[in-house]
C-alpha cells in the first residue's frame, strides 16, 4: 500500500469513527428526519417589516426558513444599527466605516402567543468611503444589507439549535 492511500484509508476511517461516536452520543442533524430544524421550516412569521433594514431582514428569514404556509410561530424583532467612522485621511477626510447591528428577538406561538424563545444576536460590517458620493452611499446601503443578512444567518442559527425544544 503506498503512502498516499495509506493516508486516504486512514482518513476515511478516521471519518467512519468520528460519524459512530456522533450517532452514538445522541447527535441529530437539526435538518434530518428526528432533528429540530424541521419545526421552523415555513412556520415562522416576521413581524412585517417597518424600515428598509427590516425588508432585508426578513427577506433573509424567509430565505433561510422558506416562505410561510403554516404560521404556527410569530417572530417579533427590533433592530439597532451604529455605524462609526474608523479611517481617516491626512485631509481629514473619513474614508472607511464600520457598521454594528443588534437584534433583539421573541418568538412566540402562534395561537397562545406565549413566549417560547427571546434573545439577542449581534454582527458586523464595514464600507469603503473613499471614492464619489454615489459609490459611497451605494456602499453603505450594500453594508446595511450584509448586516441584516449576517443578523438573521445568527438568528437562525440561534432558533434551529433550539428548536427542538419548540412545541410541534
Not at 86 to 102: F, H, I, K
Amino acid at each position: 500500500m503506498s503512502s498516499s492511500d495509506r493516508r486516504r484509508f486512514l482518513r476515511l476511517a478516521g471519518l467512519s469513527l468520528g460519524g459512530a461516536v456522533l450517532a452514538g452520543c445522541g447527535f441529530t442533524p437539526v435538518y434530518g428526519p428526528e432533528g429540530g430544524g424541521t419545526r421552523l421550516m415555513g412556520h415562522v412569521r416576521p413581524d412585517d417589516p417597518k424600515t428598509r433594514d427590516d425588508f432585508y431582514f426578513t427577506r433573509r428569514i424567509s430565505e433561510r426558513l422558506d416562505p410561510v404556509s403554516v404560521p404556527r410561530y410569530r417572530l417579533g424583532y427590533t433592530i439597532t444599527t451604529d455605524s462609526l467612522g474608523e479611517a481617516v485621511s491626512p485631509t481629514n477626510a473619513t474614508t472607511r466605516y464600520s457598521l454594528t447591528g443588534n437584534c433583539d428577538y421573541v418568538l412566540r406561538d402562534g395561537g397562545t402567543n406565549a413566549v417560547l424563545l427571546a434573545g439577542r444576536v449581534a454582527g458586523f460590517t464595514s464600507w469603503s468611503a473613499s471614492g464619489t458620493v454615489v459609490a459611497s452611499d451605494a456602499a453603505e446601503e450594500d453594508a446595511h444589507r450584509r448586516l441584516m443578512a449576517i443578523l438573521a444567518d445568527n438568528l437562525v442559527t440561534r432558533l434551529t439549535a433550539q428548536a427542538s425544544t419548540l412545541p410541534q
